[in-house]
């Protein structure tokens, strides 16, 4: 025991004396490092912003602007990593806010500055951050030849890196929906939303195989296919979709319903309001709120018989709100018969004033 204990002495601590020392050194030198090259950096960056923005407003003819890029590369440490960042941030910030012509110049000094060649190296990079990196770089900057290379990872086995890559593809190719339809895109909810932003901002033609999607089992792939038939005004599979109400994937169900909603499929009516009061309060005020666009005297009827004799507050009170939008005289005559009904009528009134 003691030969155990002279053994730390001796060599143990010092050991971790020594290791603690050197790297509170290496960190010493590497923050007076970064605050000597500082003035340096935001030089380039300010020298950056300056001939990005002059390029915006002037937008030049071709050969003008490589001239300026020869130049302008000349100027800048461009075989550091951390200015090729700088610059790429910066064209994406740019490009993000610019259309026509002055966009593809943002694309013409990302060739010429052989920042692409930058990025596809990311890609390439077996660290999984550096591949988010580069993959953003090609989605952001509208970068279309890089799709050739991330055809290479859409099947690739990390599940992240498989929806980022189907993502920016998808946004690429402004809607070739073949690969996207088989992988792990659709695995979970942000790579759905992230999909739905795709749409939007590139105005892609509807998928073809946006009938197979509603067939599938995987509650994700349900969603997607709901969402996108409500962003496509797509009612072609009304019955399908109505047939989701009896899922039992709750999320999934809420998105049915606001779907039903959207696209006005009054055929939804009958299963809604028999289904009722099989569902949570959650649901059920979903459906409420569904019943308000699409309802006809069925749900009339059946919101005069149930108002007066509901219990929960937060249900009566959507249930007078539907027949409000439905029936307004029908609904006076129940506020007549019941004091506190009239007090919703008047509350609900109030907040439409």
Same mark, same amino acid.
């Given at each position: ?16 004396? *020594? ?59 461009? +075989? ?9 941030e910066d064209m994406i910030r740019m490009k ?24 596809? +190296? ?40 498989? +929806?980022? *890559? ?188």
């Amino acid at each position: 025991m003691e030969k155990l204990i002279e053994y730390i002495k001796h060599f143990v601590i010092p050991f971790f004396f *020594v290791i603690s020392l050197s790297l509170i050194v290496v960190l010493i030198f590497k923050r007076i490092y970064y605050q000597y090259t500082l003035p340096y950096k935001h030089r380039i960056i300010r020298k950056s912003e300056i001939f990005l923005t002059e390029i915006t407003l002037s937008a030049p003819d071709k050969n003008t602007l490589k001239h300026k890029i020869a130049k302008f590369k000349s100027e800048i440490p461009i +075989s550091k990593a951390w200015c090729k960042e700088m610059l790429i941030e910066d064209m994406i910030r740019m490009k993000s806010n610019l259309k026509g012509k002055t966009a593809k110049n943002i694309l013409l000094i990302y060739k010429e500055l052989d920042l692409n060649h930058y990025s596809a +190296s990311l890609i390439r990079d077996f660290r999984k951050y550096k591949k988010y990196e580069g993959i953003r770089h090609f989605q952001a900057l509208g970068y279309k030849p890089g799709i050739s290379l991330l055809k290479k990872y859409l099947f690739h086995p990390n599940t992240v890196i498989r +929806s980022n *890559v189907n993502i920016a593809y998808l946004a690429l190719s402004k809607g070739d929906w073949k690969a996207v339809g088989k992988v792990s895109i659709k695995r979970t909810i942000i790579a759905t939303i992230k999909v739905m932003d795709v749409l939007h901002r590139e105005k892609i033609q509807q998928p073809a195989h946006l009938d197979l999607w509603i067939q599938s089992e995987d509650p994700l792939v349900l969603k997607l296919a709901v969402m996108t038939m409500v962003f496509y005004n797509y009612r072609n599979k009304s019955a399908e979709i109505i047939k989701l109400l009896h899922h039992e994937d709750k999320a999934l169900k809420i998105d049915v319903i606001t779907a039903i909603q959207d696209l006005f499929l009054e055929e939804a009516e009958d299963e809604m309001l028999s289904l009722f009061y099989n569902e949570s309060i959650e649901i059920q005020l979903e459906m409420l709120e569904a019943l308000a666009a699409i309802g006809s005297e069925k749900t009339i009827d059946f919101l005069k018989n149930e108002i007066p004799k509901q219990e929960i507050k937060d249900l009566k009170l959507k249930m007078v709100c539907s027949l409000d939008n439905l029936d307004r005289e029908a609904l006076n005559t129940l506020g007549k018969q019941d004091s506190d009904t009239q007090k919703m009528i008047n509350h609900n009134r109030k907040l439409e004033l």
